[in-house]
């Protein structure tokens, strides 16, 4: 039942998805705010996600989703450590067991990437990542179940983040410099790619999410024919219209069947939750 991780790994990548963000290849990316005291979140914020899945009579929550984001010091240098964990529910792992775990490492000071893990389990296939950083390539170690242990070196710019890392840039995007209708190259690192694909901002939208009415910013992402995706239709996305802009809510076309989650709770953010319409 591969569909199911599909889904868990759609969300993983819808909600940390890749923004490709300042200055590529003289690319008009993602304005950011990132002095000290504008950056969005602080270490303890944890975020908790459902993920639906609908084909035919299938309509069911099948998988959870949570990002977390802590304070640490690595190599004696103070970080934060973001995090995702993504996993079926119980009654999937009779059929199909996935684990998906996503860390990132990145400098408190100009949150620069320093270090990605990736720790997946689908099924009978297995693979892990590691990557290390400089200031033009990305050193990645791989392992997976179908080729074994190997190493490669990514291109890096000022804009290439791992798949985990990019959920938190994206908090401190400047909105006000965003053109409703503009369009952004994305690109993310994950196994032994960069993957690079577009998004669109649409605006401001109000939407219901768990019960309540939140005024958000809406985005879609245009991503290029492949294995869960046919190419015709953008995912949707919609974060948090405040000084959070924590990923609230998203709808994913697949090739077999519509993927969406939900933000379910949220706690140890640093701004006020303002986007609720009381």
């Not at 775990?101 to 990437?113: I, N, Y």
């Not at 893990?117 to 179940?145: F, K, M, P």
């Not at 993957?195 to 401001?204: L, P």
């Not at 219901?208 to 992402?221: H, I, S, Y």
Request: positive net charge; contains cysteine.
């Amino acid at each position: 039942m591969r569909i199911v991780s599909r889904i868990t790994y759609v969300a993983a990548v819808i909600l940390l998805t890749a923004i490709s963000l300042g200055a590529q290849n003289g690319k008009n990316c993602l304005p950011l705010n990132l002095s000290r005291d504008k950056i969005a979140f602080k270490g303890g914020e944890n975020l908790v996600y459902t993920v639906h899945y609908k084909l035919g009579l299938i309509n069911a929550d099948v998988a959870q989703a949570t990002l977390k984001l802590d304070s640490t010091v690595l190599n004696g240098q103070k970080c934060y450590h973001g995090s995702l964990r993504g996993k079926t529910q119980k009654i999937y792992e009779q059929v199909f067991k996935l684990k998906e775990d996503f860390d990132c490492w990145f400098t408190c000071d100009g949150l620069k990437p320093v270090k990605f893990t990736r720790d997946c389990v689908e099924g009978n296939y297995w693979c892990t990542n590691l990557y290390t950083y400089s200031s033009n390539e990305i050193h990645a170690q791989i392992n997976n179940s179908k080729k074994g242990e190997f190493t490669v070196t990514l291109p890096k710019d000022d804009c290439t983040y791992d798949v985990a890392m990019l959920f938190f840039m994206l908090q401190n995007m400047d909105v006000s410099k965003l053109k409703e209708g503009g369009r952004y190259p994305m690109s993310y690192a994950c196994d032994h790619k960069v993957h690079d694909i577009h998004f669109v901002y649409y605006g401001k939208e109000t939407r219901k999410v768990a019960g309540k009415q939140m005024r958000c910013l809406k985005f879609g992402f245009e991503v290029p024919k492949g294995e869960s995706f046919d190419g015709d239709k953008s995912l949707m996305a919609w974060f948090s219209d405040d000084d959070n802009k924590i990923p609230v809510y998203f709808v994913a076309p697949l090739k077999v069947g519509q993927v969406r989650g939900r933000l379910n709770s949220y706690s140890g953010l640093k701004n006020p939750v303002s986007c609720i319409v009381e």
